[in-house]
Nanobody, 126 residues
Framework: QVQLVESGGGSVQAGGSLRLSCAAS????????MGWFRQAPGKEREFVAVVNWSIGSARYADFAEGRFTISRDNVKNTVSLQMNSLKPEDTAVYYC???????????????????WGQGTQVTVSS
């Protein structure tokens, strides 16, 4: 089992920045990839970004490309999401998730992931 704890959420004005962190503990050697998802009230959980744990290569949702950066530290067992130029539509609970398998390229759906954190709230005001 891998335990995931998110931190770094908060309230910012549009155009501001936040850096989210996710600390992983337990059997972290099982991790193949770590992803970030978000969920706004009344909406489905939405893919944000994913990083390969070993290589460090990343993929992003269209809305995140150029604004968000995902990174991982294999020594500290952490994954971060740097969010710049935030918009009100970015308001959501952000979750980190661990994937123990190669997804065959289906990294953008929640069902591909095995463990989840409890989430951290991000609120962006106009």
């Amino acid at each position: 089992q891998v335990q995931l704890v998110e931190s770094g959420g908060g309230s910012v004005q549009a155009g501001g920045s936040l850096r989210l962190s996710c600390a992983a503990s337990g059997r972290t050697n099982r991790v193949y990839a770590m992803g970030w998802f978000r969920q706004a009230p009344g909406k489905e959980r939405e893919f944000v970004a994913v990083v390969n744990w070993s290589i460090g290569s990343a993929r992003y949702a269209d809305f995140a490309e150029g604004r968000f950066t995902i990174s991982r530290d294999n020594v500290k067992n952490t994954v971060s999401l740097q969010m710049n130029s935030l918009k009100p539509e970015d308001t959501a609970v952000y979750y980190c998730a661990a994937d123990y398998h190669y997804s065959g390229g289906v990294y953008h759906i929640a069902e591909s992931y095995d463990d989840w954190g409890q989430g951290t709230q991000v609120t962006v005001s106009s």
